[in-house]
């Protein structure tokens, strides 16, 4: 039973376009999520974090939207770069139940020049 | 200051063989969470420990365990290797863990295990 789920494996943008990743949860009692990045041959970095009293969380030219009504959230970026190029990592977690982040299976960005 | 490092990078190993694996945190985290990482799974949690202690578990047989030692280094042992273990293992060190789930992880690069 996943309860974190990235139901799009890859994605290709344009360098310049938006890129959005999208991330759907299915615990209600996930209260905080975090997207992480991941290159090749290296650990997953974070990137961003949002809690869920907020509906939006900006970051550069990173910003995680969350809609709980739909247990979804996504990360756009504006505009995308090659350097983007990695895999994306939603997770989320309960901020009161100590309980570990549990991981999406991860989205292939590729960003064309 | 310096990040988390796991040793070995890369691991061979064959069947029914034990292998042990080990991650240096951040200085000063005292938290460290193993993470399994396979194609079709993604990231599954493994186990965490918190000053010496396993403080949480994920849902792997028990031929998968771990200690942390007092520096907060941590090793995670793989008894009698099944083809399936196979994957990346990633460890993460915070500075309090999962009970404040803002308390961000950071990753070190994983160690590759092969099971031949």
């Known amino acids: 039973d996943q309860q974190v789920k990235q139901n799009s494996p890859s994605l290709s943008v344009q360098e310049g376009r938006i890129s959005i990743l999208n991330c759907d949860y299915t615990?209600?009692?996930?209260?905080?999520f975090l997207w992480y990045k991941k290159y090749p041959a290296e650990g997953p970095t974070f990137l961003i974090s949002?809690?869920?009293?907020?509906d939006k969380n900006e970051d550069g030219r990173f910003t995680v939207f969350l809609n709980k009504s739909a247990k979804h959230l996504s990360l756009h970026i504006v505009p995308s770069q090659p350097g983007d190029s990695a895999v994306y990592f939603c997770a989320a977690s309960a901020e009161s139940g100590n309980t570990p982040l549990v991981f999406g299976k991860g989205t292939r960005l590729s960003v064309i020049a | 200051k310096a990040g988390v490092t796991q040793t070995p990078r890369y691991l061979i190993k064959t069947r029914g063989q034990q292998v042990t694996l080990s991650c240096s945190p951040i200085?000063?985290?005292?938290?460290v969470s193993w993470y399994q990482q396979t194609p079709g799974q993604g990231l599954q949690f493994l186990f965490e420990?918190?000053?010496?202690?396993?403080?949480n578990k994920g849902n792997f047989p028990g031929r998968f365990s771990g200690r942390q030692f007092s520096n907060s280094r941590s090793e995670m042992n793989v008894s009698t290797l099944e083809l399936g273990d196979s994957a990346l293992y990633l460890c993460?060190?915070?500075?309090?863990?999962?009970?404040?789930?803002?308390?961000?992880?950071?990753f070190g690069p994983g160690t590759r295990l092969t099971v031949l």
């Open positions: 200085s000063g985290h005292r938290s």
């Open positions: 615990n209600s009692m996930f209260d905080y």
């Open positions: 993460a060190s915070s500075f309090r863990g999962f009970r404040w789930a803002t308390d961000t992880q950071y």
């Open positions: 949002i809690s869920s009293i907020k």
């Open positions: 420990y918190f000053s010496e202690t396993q403080r």
